[in-house]
């Protein structure tokens, strides 16, 4: 618990986003509780909130359309080795991340963002990519864009890991919880835990997630699209995972439609040492109505019809790759119709009530942003706005048309 009575911050939320600007609340100075749910051990059975991090393989790298997010990305990257040193937590791994694809416009917004950012990055025509990944088939005609230093990936349990300590050490708290009620009418909000647990606090930051809606602790309806995402792994040889090992992260582009892009991690092993490729939707469908579908669909293995297809694709992309066995998950995306974060401070109702804050809508980019995203939310509680390098309007929240 928080080392004053009424901590200063409460984060409700404790996934990535939410534990990193908890940290940065930290480093801050601010008296900050992380208020959270773990990672379920029975998905199935599980009745709280889910989150998307439960996995040990996220791609990272800076090339991106969106100088925004190319941005966000490389300031995030450029902290996670002093992140790792502060808290001696291993979590990103510079394999380097390739992304192909034939669109020609899209490759040209990526180089674009590479020379903006300095970034080490080679060209290869389609000739110079079947020669660098003998083991990997893409359609003819495609060129790609190696990523070296900055691309690669992360292990998302282990980045909570690593943020959870450095808050800690930072002297903030963590307190394993879900929040059922929060009443910011007075100085302090009054935050109700299941159980009966109950923290107070001078301000509140949601993190909530796909959850942002669903647990009704904001009193308004946030616009946010839910969508829905399945992934597959597949267990390699032992041949195949030693020849694979230094793969890099990859995104195969076809287009920008469903079943058309791909994203692959290289092989991971468990705690049993078996490797394990993943392979995922790079472009989700949207969850028609999250109040009755979300848990179902995070209890789930995924969609069946698009877990065949990623099969089909992973067979084609490693033709020569004998896989012993697979098995399928399920995660979501949230996003905002305005495709930014929302970083806001919600509207009071009444004088003298707490202020409520967020930080909502990852829009796909939490895993390689989360932590300059953290700071963007910790700067906007602590001096009012955010840091002089963005602009507030970007980040407004926008609602929804039914309040809860």
């Given amino acids: 618990m928080a080392k004053s009575e009424v901590a200063d911050v409460a984060v409700v939320g404790a996934g990535m986003l939410g534990t990193s600007a908890a940290k940065h609340l930290a480093l801050l100075g601010v008296d900050v509780v992380l208020v959270g749910q773990s990672e379920p051990v029975d998905k199935v059975g599980h009745r709280g909130v889910f989150a998307s991090h439960y996995d040990t393989a996220r791609i990272v790298r800076v090339v991106d359309r969106d100088p925004f997010y190319a941005a966000i990305a490389e300031r995030s990257i450029a902290r ?117 647990r109950q923290i107070r606090a001078r301000s509140v930051l949601f993190a909530t997630g796909a959850f942002a809606n669903e647990l ?30 230094s793969m890099p992260s990859l995104i195969y582009k076809r287009g920008d439609r469903i079943g058309e892009s791909v994203y692959l991690t290289p092989p991971i092993r468990d705690s049993q040492g078996r490797a394990w490729m993943k392979i995922g939707q790079s472009v989700g469908r949207p969850m028609p109505d999250p109040d009755f579908q979300l848990l179902p ?71 390689k942003s989360a932590d300059e995203l953290g700071r963007i939310a910790a700067v906007r509680l602590v001096d009012g706005a955010v840091p002089s390098e963005y602009r507030a309007e970007d980040f407004g929240v926008r609602w929804g048309s039914v309040d809860n």
């Fill in 80 to 196: 996670f080795v002093e992140i790792e040193a502060a808290t001696g937590i291993k979590f990103f791994y510079p394999v380097g991340h390739v992304t192909v694809s034939a669109m020609a416009d899209y490759m040209a917004e990526l180089l674009s963002r590479s020379e903006e950012h300095d970034l080490a990055v080679e060209v290869l025509d389609d000739a110079e990519l079947r020669i660098r990944y003998p083991g990997l088939r893409f359609a003819s005609g495609m060129r790609a864009i190696v990523e070296n230093g900055t691309g690669g990936y992360i292990d998302p349990r282990a980045f909570l890991r690593a943020q959870r300590a450095a808050l800690e050490l930072a002297g903030g708290s963590v307190v394993d919880g879900l929040v059922t009620a929060v009443d910011a009418s007075g100085v302090a909000a009054e935050l109700g835990l299941e159980g009966g």
């Fill in 297 to 367: 669909w995070f209890r789930s293995g995924g969609d069946a019809d698009v877990a065949e297809w990623l099969l089909k694709e992973m067979g084609e992309l490693f033709p020569g790759v004998a896989f012993e066995s697979f098995y399928t998950d399920s995660c979501v995306v949230s996003q905002s119709s305005s495709t930014r974060p929302y970083i806001d401070c919600l509207p009071s109702r009444s004088k003298g009530e707490a202020p409520l804050y967020t930080l909502l809508a990852g829009n796909g980019q939490v895993a």
């Fill in 216 to 245: 009704q602790l904001i009193k308004s309806r946030i616009e946010i699209t839910i969508a829905e995402h399945t992934v597959v792994f597949g267990q390699l040889n032992v041949e195949d995972a030693v020849s694979l090992e």
